[in-house]
């Protein structure tokens, strides 16, 4: 029976990374060391942000949650990746193949609305910080965290809804780690030219409209940071957002390169490549970089691990 509309492939074969048997053992290793150190670091921050009062704050709000979203982030298809390392075989049903899609593209557009949230708030914090507790109340905080899972529920469906109206006739074999948007659309025996033309509209509104406020954002940021006096307050400024602006570079960045290109302008190892930044670098690094940079989150820990011990 066909598991989609008019799709008569019931599952896929994913290539993988590379299909050098050499590499296979070494890769397995690697990302497995990837994936745990991601679940300890985003678990960790979690529960830091959970059990120190001095954390609940918007800031530490808007981290609370991109934390939560890199764990299940990086669970969509990190443990499916591990398998196929170790497999002569690498299949994926068609049904899964579908879920996997839909939530890839659910927590990964949610990312890029809660890194928005985030430059908001260092936009108030800095260049309003006498409004920030009034700007930045509690309800307009939830708002822009249910607006940004709201708007990747209705892209996640969007991109979905797109691909299961696409028929698979014989060709089942996806050139990537996982089932990603444009590799699946390769199969397709059918014309895709609707698939491409959401691909880019919606990749579009949820990378351009994203980085366009973050822009302005930091634009208002910077001309604030310049008009300070202090040296020690343009310092602790730019050391507030330091990490943030990390984490937008290496997220918007790599998810440009894959989406926005013309696909036939890049070769779909290039584009394997770029996926590994934004499906298990960033959610590896995010939690590094806002613990080993920040001081209040040094402080949580340190308080936390002193009451457990004594």
Same mark, same amino acid.
């Given at each position: 029976?066909?598991?989609?509309? !008019?799709?008569?492939?019931?599952?896929?074969?994913?290539?993988?990374l590379?299909?050098?048997?050499?590499?296979?053992?070494?890769?397995?290793?690697?990302?497995?060391?990837?994936?745990?150190?991601t679940?300890?670091?985003?678990?960790?921050l979690?529960?830091?942000?959970?059990?120190?009062?001095?954390?609940?704050?918007?800031?530490?709000?808007?981290?609370?949650?991109?934390?939560?979203?890199?764990l299940?982030? /990086?669970?969509?298809?990190?443990?499916?990746?591990?398998?196929?390392?170790?497999?002569?075989?690498?299949?994926? /049903?068609?049904?899964?193949?579908?879920?996997?899609?839909?939530?890839?593209?659910?927590?990964?557009?949610t990312?890029c609305?809660?890194?928005?949230?985030?430059?908001?708030?260092?936009?108030?914090?800095?260049?309003?910080?006498l409004?920030?507790?009034?700007?930045?109340?509690?309800?307009?905080?939830?708002?822009?965290?249910?607006?940004?899972?709201?708007?990747?529920? /209705?892209?996640?469906?969007?991109?979905?809804?797109?691909?299961?109206?696409?028929?698979?006739?014989d060709?089942?074999t996806?050139?990537?780690?996982?089932c990603d948007?444009?590799?699946?659309?390769?199969?397709?025996?059918t014309s895709t030219?609707?698939?491409?033309?959401?691909?880019?509209i919606?990749?579009?509104?949820?990378?351009?409209?994203?980085?366009?406020?973050?822009?302005v954002s930091?634009?208002?940021?910077?001309?604030?940071i310049?008009h300070?006096?202090?040296?020690? !307050?343009?310092?602790?400024?730019?050391?507030?957002?330091?990490?943030?602006?990390?984490?937008?570079?290496?997220?918007?960045?790599?998810?440009?390169?894959?989406?926005?290109?013309?696909?036939?302008?890049?070769?779909?190892?290039? !584009?394997?490549?770029?996926?590994?930044f934004?499906?298990?670098?960033?959610?590896?690094?995010?939690?590094?970089?806002?613990?080993?940079r920040?001081k209040?989150v040094?402080?949580?820990?340190?308080?936390?691990?002193?009451?457990?011990?004594?």
């Amino acid at each position: 029976m066909a598991p989609g509309n !008019g799709s008569f492939v019931t599952e896929f074969i994913l290539l993988g990374l590379t299909d050098n048997p050499d590499l296979q053992l070494p890769l397995f290793f690697l990302f497995l060391a990837i994936y745990i150190i991601t679940i300890l670091g985003n678990l960790g921050l979690i529960t830091l942000i959970g059990l120190n009062s001095h954390l609940h704050t918007p800031m530490y709000f808007f981290l609370f949650n991109l934390s939560f979203i890199d764990l299940c982030y /990086s669970s969509v298809f990190t443990p499916k990746m591990l398998t196929h390392f170790l497999s002569e075989k690498n299949t994926i /049903s068609y049904h899964g193949c579908m879920a996997q899609l839909y939530f890839f593209c659910f927590f990964g557009i949610t990312e890029c609305y809660v890194l928005t949230s985030m430059a908001y708030d260092r936009y108030v914090a800095i260049c309003k910080p006498l409004l920030y507790n009034i700007v930045m109340s509690p309800q307009v905080c939830s708002t822009l965290i249910f607006d940004s899972y709201l708007m990747a529920f /209705s892209s996640a469906m969007a991109h979905t809804g797109c691909m299961l109206r696409v028929t698979f006739c014989d060709a089942n074999t996806i050139n990537h780690y996982f089932c990603d948007i444009l590799p699946v659309l390769q199969l397709s025996c059918t014309s895709t030219y609707v698939n491409e033309l959401v691909v880019f509209i919606v990749g579009s509104i949820n990378i351009i409209m994203p980085s366009v406020t973050i822009f302005v954002s930091y634009g208002f940021i910077l001309c604030s940071i310049l008009h300070m006096k202090s040296t020690k !307050g343009r310092s602790k400024a730019f050391r507030t957002c330091s990490s943030h602006i990390m984490a937008v570079l290496l997220f918007f960045g790599s998810g440009v390169f894959m989406y926005l290109n013309p696909s036939s302008a890049k070769s779909m190892n290039e !584009g394997k490549t770029s996926s590994v930044f934004y499906t298990n670098v960033f959610p590896l690094v995010n939690p590094l970089i806002y613990s080993l940079r920040n001081k209040d989150v040094k402080f949580a820990l340190s308080k936390t691990l002193s009451s457990r011990m004594f």
